[in-house]
T-cell receptor, first 116, second 113 residues
């Protein structure tokens, strides 16, 4: 299995532009999570899906952020319009609710977003 | 309100010595805990976990201790190796909350050769 795949690895955009981050979870995993890592807050949960349905989006900072999971193998996180304070590393993770709790999530390699 | 706290942003240890990373939590509903390791430009990877029914779990050089009354857990690495240099995240979850994990802010461990 290739693991959780995120694209792009790096994104540099100008303030006000739309940014779309993509994630392909591990096949068979039915939960998907979007996290943001910053120096100040560490790993923050933005939103998570279970069986493609958004369960908790209370971590989404503003209406500028939106996430979709149209099918079990693909999710997007969109920021429109982007702002410099959105600059961070965004991680996608997936897990199987049928599995052991001992192994938590599998993370992707992240997308480093820079908004200038 | 941070439910999982790692109060030390960084730690330096000499190679061969013990590394002790600490984590505190506030939510008494958490019943399992995990440690993740993160190298630069990579995603966090699972390292070791412990259920609240235990107070210790060991895997090779890594041991996690849980003190439920103090709401505290720690990760011990013995002996520390330069390849252990990474950011370590503590995470906690509740089996009643659909596997949602809450992470601490991380501790940067540097093992000096």
């Amino acid at each position: 299995d290739a693991g959780v795949i995120q694209s792009p690895r790096h994104e540099v955009t100008e303030m006000g532009q739309e940014v779309t981050l993509r994630c392909k979870p591990i096949s068979g995993h039915n939960s998907l999570f979007w996290y943001r890592q910053t120096m100040m807050r560490g790993l923050e949960l933005l939103i998570y899906f279970n069986n493609n349905v958004p369960i908790d989006d209370s971590g989404m900072p503003e209406d500028r952020f939106s996430a979709k999971m149209p099918n079990a193998s693909f999710s997007t996180l969109k920021i429109q319009p982007s702002e410099p304070r959105d600059s961070a590393v965004y991680f996608c993770a997936s897990s199987s609710t049928g599995g052991s709790t001992n192994y938590g999530y599998t993370f992707g390699s992240g997308t480093r977003l820079t908004v200038v | 309100d941070q439910q999982v706290k790692q109060n030390s942003p960084s730690l330096s240890v000499q190679e061969g010595r013990i590394s002790i990373l600490n984590c505190d939590y506030t939510n008494s509903m958490f019943d399992y805990f995990l440690w993740y390791k993160k190298y630069p430009a990579e995603g966090p990877t699972f390292l070791i976990s412990i259920s609240s029914i235990k107070d210790k779990n060991e895997d090779g050089r890594f041991t996690v201790f849980l003190n439920k009354s103090a709401k505290h857990l720690s990760l011990h690495i013995v002996p520390s190796q330069p390849g252990d240099s990474a950011v370590y995240f503590c995470a906690a979850g509740s089996t009643g909350s659909a596997r949602q994990l809450t992470f601490g802010s991380g501790t940067q461990l540097t093992v000096l050769p």
